[in-house]
């Protein structure tokens, strides 16, 4: 697609269920990476994708959250028995390779654990 | 102290109006980011550098490497430019991947 789509754009879900958040990058970047912006607060790295290498995984918060992307497609972000913590916006963004090359990023995923 | 610092933090400005947004870190960098980021959450990549001056329309970003820092400078404000506007780096050291993030810098810019 012409940018990089998230879905959903909000979801509301009850504490201690899991969800399922959902990145489409731009066709032909390779590299992906998923942030949580908590409100008021700047960005927090969670993990990164580089093709088919093994994913960074070293900025997930905790083993409740874990993301999968199958080769250079879609990504999707499982966070498990939700928290009220949880509760951010979560942005995922793409680029060509990496190196010092520009990132698209989603709009983002409001996720609130009531 | 934060590797990556933005000033002012809040900025309010009367259209028309010349803005500069300033960040400094404290790293050795291989690139610096400025991206701009609107009221409803979306995050817009506006600049990479890594020397030098880049200029986009009415947005010029500048960087100093020996002095380690850049500037984000708006010419002709208008209330449309209201936003966040974030820095962020990369560092030499890091993963190539890796980036630093400044806490933003926000924008209001009255008509």
């Known amino acids: 697609g012409a940018g990089v789509s998230q879905s959903p754009s909000n979801k509301v879900t009850e504490k201690g269920k899991d969800v399922e958040l959902r990145c489409d990058p731009i066709?032909?970047?390779?590299?992906l990476y998923w942030y949580r912006q908590r409100l008021g607060q700047g960005l927090e790295f969670l993990i990164y994708?580089?093709?088919?290498?093994?994913?960074?995984k070293s900025g997930l918060p905790s083993d409740r959250f874990s993301a999968e992307r199958t080769g250079e497609s879609v990504s999707t972000l499982t966070i498990q028995r939700t928290q009220q913590e949880d509760s951010a916006v979560y942005l995922c963004?793409?680029?060509?390779?990496?190196?010092?090359?520009?990132?698209?990023f989603g709009s983002g995923t409001r996720l609130t654990v009531v | 102290k934060n590797e990556v610092e933005q000033s002012p933090q809040n900025l309010t400005a009367q259209e028309g109006e010349f803005i500069t947004i300033n960040c400094s870190y404290s790293?050795?960098?291989?690139?610096l980011h400025w991206l701009q980021q609107h009221p409803g959450g979306g995050i817009v990549s506006l600049f990479m550098l890594s020397s030098g001056k880049k200029k986009h329309g009415r947005l010029i970003a500048t960087i100093n490497i020996q002095e380690k820092h850049s500037s984000l400078h708006i010419t002709a404000s208008h209330p449309r430019d209201s936003a966040v506007y974030i820095c962020a780096v990369r560092r030499r050291s890091d993963s190539n991947y890796q980036l630093i993030w400044g806490a933003g810098t926000k924008l209001i810019i009255k008509p």
């Open positions: 963004a793409s680029s060509f390779r990496t190196g010092n090359y520009g990132y698209t």
């Open positions: 994708f580089q093709g088919n290498s093994a994913p960074d």
């Open positions: 790293v050795g960098i291989s690139a």
């Open positions: 066709s032909g970047h390779t590299a």
